[in-house]
């Protein structure tokens, strides 16, 4: 028998797909032929199985070896196919018994000493394998505990080639993933922490409970920033399906920490206001990395400074934003990966940012309206929330009125209202009132009483507002509503959310 085939999976893009790594050896000229459109990180497979071979104690056969990986057309990125090379080719030539293999999923890169090392994108990887109907997986040791995160899976785990020597020769037992381990979550910021700014926190409450965008302005010092951070922290956990992506993601992306379980907590990632393009979207050589736009779905990306951001990321955040994914063009093909974030941006008014607040401000006025506008199509365009913080006076930091509520108190009147809304929109697909179309609420049955909504009209008609400004205002109301225990909003609930909406005069 000079044939033989193991079972590995490769990625495209968040989809794993089972791929067969076939060996087939023949007389002739030593030499190894990888074919089935591996990219060069995987041509360079080729030395690594084999010097791992050789200094794993195992004779590399010299023979003409043929290494195709099945389906052939789906292009393969990455290392991880290194270990279910090795094992087809010593099968293939004999060397192991093959059928020890038979359908299990073998995934690993090599080094040259034989050991096996993590990769990244196991999680997809072993969903992909049980989508597919596998029940077996041998992982790096490193991935074990994120391939475990897997339901009706068998895990098993490798520290060197000559492990899986042993188990498939000898049935010597592989490694057991290491147990969960149950860490202490870390006292992480607190909206307790904020004093005063009750708009801005209040804005924070509605943005949480509608997954409304918010952008918040104001003067250096005023709790932009310390507000934002503190969006994840009154934020309902990850249903199964969103954790699972946003583990997949970390996984694929090589961020999740080896003991890692199933994330459950909303992503919050907050890229500098310098950084790439790239950094943001993603990209790389491989298997690519899922940017920071990515690594925030299903969470919050926060873009601090967002004046200061340049033109060209802002043009490249302009897609994903809309579409909710990232396209990544690749040397063969593109890489999708999804990026629903919900947007917190915050801003100085002005270059000058004068900590003590508009009146000090020394900008000429061209500068200081051009300053945000540049935001405005990209960006401002599609956010609900938009609020001025005032700058802090001392009294209100050093002697505030009583303890502020708390990120737990106030998560759980946000889980309430989202609760009420995803019961409204059901029917129609949409989980938070951010998701619902304007026309819809301007229409029957969710028209409000024109009594209920004349501060609006006013608004719109004085030229305060734009009919965009109109429905994101009436969306806000619904979210305040949710948030009131109420089942439609009144009067009140849309006055309030004019206020969370006019905070800045370059927002309508
Ligand atoms: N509302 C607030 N309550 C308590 N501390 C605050 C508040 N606003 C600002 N601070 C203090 O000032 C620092 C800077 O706040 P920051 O959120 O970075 O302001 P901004 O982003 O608006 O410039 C914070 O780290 C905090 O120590
Ligand atoms: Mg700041
Ligand atoms: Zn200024």
């Known amino acids: 028998m000079s044939y033989a085939r193991v079972l590995c999976v490769g990625l495209l893009g968040m989809t794993g797909h089972v791929i067969e790594v076939e060996a087939d050896l023949s007389p002739g000229l030593p030499a190894v032929v990888l074919t089935g459109l591996p990219d060069t990180a995987l041509h360079e497979a080729r030395d690594r199985v084999r010097a791992a071979v050789v200094n794993s104690g195992q004779t590399w056969p010299n023979r003409r070896i043929t290494v195709n990986l099945l389906p052939a057309a789906l292009p393969k990125h990455g290392s991880a196919f290194d270990l279910a090379i090795a094992a087809a080719t010593l099968a293939g030539a004999g060397e192991l018994p093959g059928a020890a293999l038979d359908g299990v999923v073998v995934l690993g890169e090599l080094g040259l ?14 969903a992909a394998a049980a989508a597919a109907g596998l029940r077996e997986v041998i992982v790096p040791l490193g991935n074990a505990r994120e391939a475990t995160v897997v339901p009706g899976v068998t895990v ?15 049935a010597e037992p592989l490694l057991e993933p290491p147990p969960p381990e149950e ?28 997954g409304h965008h918010m952008a918040l302005f104001g003067a250096p010092g005023a709790g932009k920033t310390m507000l934002a951070e503190r969006l994840p922290t009154i934020l309902p956990e990850l249903d199964d399906a969103a954790a699972l992506e946003v583990t997949a993601l970390q996984s694929i992306a090589g961020v999740l920490p080896p003991d890692g379980s199933l994330v459950r907590r909303p992503p919050f990632q907050a890229p500098h206001h310098t950084a790439s393009a790239a950094a943001l979207v993603g990209g790389g050589s491989g298997l690519a990395r899922p940017g920071a736009l990515s690594l925030a779905h299903r969470g919050v990306l926060f873009l601090d400074e967002a004046a200061e951001i340049a033109t060209a990321t802002l043009q490249a955040l302009r897609q994903p934003l809309e579409t909710g994914r990232v396209v990544l063009a690749r040397a063969r093909g593109t890489t999708e990966y999804p990026a629903r974030v919900q947007l917190v941006l915050a801003a100085n008014p002005c270059p000058c940012a004068s900590p003590a607040g508009d009146q000090h401000c020394t900008c000429p006025g061209p500068v200081r309206r051009r300053y945000l506008a540049r935001l405005s199509g990209p960006l401002l365009d599609r956010i609900d929330i938009r609020l001025t913080l005032a700058p802090l006076t001392a ?32 029917t129609e697909g949409w989980r938070v009132n951010a998701d619902v ?25 004085k030229g305060l507002l734009s009919a965009r400004g109109f429905d994101r205002v009436l969306r806000l109301a619904w979210t305040i509503a949710d948030l009131d225990g109420r089942d439609r909003p009144g009067r009140a609930e849309v006055s309030e959310a004019i206020q969370l909406r006019m905070g800045e005069s370059h927002a309508r």
């Open 437 to 461: 179309p304007g026309p819809v609420l301007r229409r029957a049955p969710w028209r409000l009483p024109t009594t209920d909504t004349a501060l609006l009209r006013q608004s719109l008609d």
């Open 183 to 210: 860490l202490p979550r870390p006292a992480g910021p607190d909206l307790a922490d904020v004093a005063g700014q009750e708009l801005g926190r209040y804005g924070l409450e509605v943005a949480a409970a509608g």
């Open 156 to 170: 098993r785990a490798v520290d060197s080639l000559r492990r899986l020597v042993g188990f498939v020769r000898r």
């Open 113 to 126: 000493d034989g050991a096996v090392r993590p990769v990244r994108g196991v999680l997809p990887m072993v």
């Open 395 to 426: 009294a209100q930091l050093t002697t505030p009125a009583g303890p502020a509520t708390s990120s737990a108190e106030v998560a759980t009147r946000v889980a309430t209202a989202r609760v009420a809304a995803a019961r409204r929109w059901k």
